[in-house]
């Protein structure tokens, strides 16, 4: 098990910028790859974007594609997801996941070994 603390949420205006953290407790990572999710109030957990650790290949879910960017830092075992031009529908939880091995489904929640806590980020309209 790793165990992830995420960071970063906050309340923002629609059309902000905003950056959230996902940190590694230990501070080093040797799985295949981190994600980040999200949960809106009232709605599923839906997959936001991956990144693998060694590669760094990305993949984004549809609805955010363009606007954000998921990153990681190899040294401080510690991932990013760069939100720009928020929307009000950004709003919700966000956790991030982490799968030690590859398990080829990238959408699939229940492919992912750990979990953070989640960190709030609210889109005012």
């Known amino acids: 098990q790793v165990q992830l603390v995420e960071s970063g949420g906050r309340l923002v205006q629609a059309g902000d910028s905003l950056t959230i953290s996902c940190a590694v407790s230990?501070?080093?990572?040797?799985?295949?790859?981190m994600a980040w999710f999200r949960q809106a109030p009232g709605h599923e957990r839906e997959f936001v974007a991956r990144?693998?650790?060694?590669?760094?290949?990305?993949y984004y879910a549809d609805s955010v594609e363009g606007r954000f960017f998921v990153s990681r830092d190899y040294a401080k075992a510690t991932m990013y997801l760069q939100m720009n031009s928020l929307k009000f529908e950004d709003t919700a939880d966000y956790y991030c996941?982490?799968?030690?091995?590859?398990?080829?489904?990238?959408?699939?929640?229940?492919?992912?070994?750990?979990w953070g806590q989640g960190t709030r980020v609210t889109v005012s309209s």
């Open positions: 996941a982490a799968m030690i091995y590859d398990r080829r489904s990238i959408q699939d929640s229940g492919k992912y070994d750990s």
């Open positions: 990144i693998t650790w060694r590669l760094e290949s990305t």
């Open positions: 230990g501070g080093t990572f040797s799985g295949f790859a």
